[in-house]
Every structure is written in C-alpha cells, then in structure tokens.
C-alpha cells in the first residue's frame, strides 16, 4: 500500500492570500488601516472650494 504525501516544501507554505480592495474616504480620518503589499488602496476625498479655489 503507498500513500500520497506531498513534498515536504508544500507542507510548511502558507496558504495564498487574496489581495483586498480598500476606498478611503474622508469619513475614514483618523482611522487605522491595515494593508498588505499587494492590496489595492484607493483615496476619495470630497474637495471645497474657495475664493475660486479647489482645496482637496
């Protein structure tokens, strides 16, 4: 009888993580946010405008 093991290398690999997609609004100010290398951040932030001036 034999038994089907996988390689010892493929024992100890974590699995693969998904990458995530963050938005980031201005309600998130002051937030703590965890990213890792590969996720997708996008910033939306709502400008005001100023004396003819678009502040961001």
């Known amino acids: 009888m034999t038994s089907a093991a996988a390689p010892a290398?493929?024992?100890n690999?974590?699995?693969l993580r998904v990458a995530e997609r963050v938005a980031l609004t201005n309600a998130d100010n002051g937030r703590t946010v965890f990213?890792?290398?590969g996720d997708d951040i996008e910033v939306i932030l709502t400008?005001?405008?100023d004396h003819g001036l678009n502040y961001t």
Request: hydrophobic share 25%.
């Open 9 to 11: 290398a493929a024992r």
């Open 35 to 37: 990213a890792h290398t």
């Open 13 to 15: 690999q974590t699995p």
């Open 47 to 49: 400008g005001h405008r």
